[in-house]
């Protein structure tokens, strides 16, 4: 079992920042790549950002230059730094961790940014 727990969501004006922090616990010693994923209502879950086991980074293109992923392997802890935000990076915001052969989900963090 693995447990993500997310914190950090909350509400922001255009322009501001904030950081998401995915806390895992469990077997996560099988844990390889970790990604941030998004949602609103009606539309399917994009996903944001994404490390590999390696340290490399990608992200989605909307989100380019503005957010940055990292991790801290001591914590066991992921981040999501969000800069520049925008009302359409309004969403549900999940951590997602890929072990013991399958995805595992956080609870997801609600972030609003406001006009």
């Known amino acids: 079992q693995v447990q993500l727990v997310e914190s950090g969501g909350g509400l922001v004006q255009t322009g501001g920042s904030l950081r998401l922090s995915c806390a895992a616990s469990?077997?996560?010693?099988?844990?390889?790549?970790k990604a941030w994923y998004r949602q609103v209502p009606g539309k399917e879950r994009e996903l944001v950002a994404i490390?590999?086991?390696?340290?490399?980074?990608r992200y989605v293109d909307s989100v380019k230059g503005r957010f940055t992923m990292s991790r801290d392997n001591a914590r066991n802890t992921v981040y999501l730094q969000m800069n520049s935000l925008k009302p359409e990076d309004t969403a549900v915001y999940y951590c997602n961790n890929f072990c013991l052969g399958r995805s595992w989900w956080g609870q997801g963090t609600q972030v609003t940014v406001s006009s």
């Open positions: 469990g077997s996560i010693r099988s844990c390889n790549t």
């Open positions: 490390i590999l086991s390696d340290g490399t980074t």
